[in-house]
């Protein structure tokens, strides 16, 4: 299979438990908690800077390759704080204990392994243009914000069909020319990514202490089934 489907069918689980987690399962049904919402759009605003600092000063050609400015967040989210927290948003906010260990591990992938951005990058942002335009008109409806504000990290202004741009995207994940090493590095990358998501959005739920737990325990069986794979592409003749 090519990249792109090997990460949506690597993925798959992952992507289905991040969609039934107590806080974005509420949130598809219309039940969202303004302070609640306001601290995921913080904890976002300190995810996607980490992430596209990490993308746009890397060297890896592969990641320069995925890298689009019309996808990126940082702005469109300063945005929305402003309107949630205020003017002086940018001393109001916190990141939490999730939202921390998700941004210590994009540093630490990018200065280790900068190629697995690419998990990172295709978590968040494939996950933005496919549910976003749904979770928009849910904060909407529910939220009601002012016209303009409070919605602007969903709108992709530079990206009139997002279905188009997901194909080329895909495309040019295809032709990245990743092996097999790498192609199951990204999928255990990209796991670990949903699973940081599930994290932040337990933590939302006061879950924090069981939800890390079950994260750490996730991630040792990911790399040690990395390292299995690995080993076996080793020893392929």
């Not at 596209?52 to 702005?75: F, G, N, W, Y």
């Not at 210590?104 to 976003?132: F, M, Q, W």
Request: proline share 3%; aromatic share 12%.
């Amino acid at each position: 299979m090519t990249l792109s489907l090997e990460l949506k069918e690597g993925t798959k689980e992952s992507h289905s438990a991040a969609e039934n987690t107590k806080f974005v399962a509420a949130f598809l049904r219309g039940v969202l908690n303004p302070e609640e919402y306001r601290k995921l759009l913080a904890n976002f605003y300190y995810v996607y800077s980490a992430m596209e600092e990490a993308i746009s000063s890397t060297e890896d050609p592969m990641v320069q390759q995925i890298r689009s400015e019309s996808l990126e967040r940082k702005e469109s989210l300063a945005k929305d704080l402003e309107y949630y927290y205020g003017y002086n948003w940018e001393k109001t906010i916190q990141s939490s204990q999730a939202c921390d260990t998700y941004v210590n591990r994009i540093k630490k992938v990018a200065e280790e392994d900068p190629y697995l951005l690419i998990a990172h990058h295709y978590t968040r942002y494939i996950g933005d243009l496919s549910g976003g335009q749904i979770l928009k008109e849910i904060t909407k409806r529910v939220l009601t914000p002012p016209e303009g504000e409070g919605l602007n990290f969903y709108d992709f202004p530079s990206i009139p069909n997002a279905k188009e741009f997901k194909t080329n995207y895909r495309m040019v994940l295809d032709n990245l020319g990743c092996d097999e090493h790498q192609i199951n590095a990204l999928i255990t990358e990209a796991n670990y990514a949903f699973r940081l998501n599930m994290y932040m959005f337990d933590e939302i739920q006061g879950k924090a202490s069981q939800s890390f737990l079950k994260l750490l325990w996730s991630y040792i069986q990911d790399i040690l089934g990395e390292l299995i794979v690995s080993k076996r592409f080793r020893n392929t003749p």
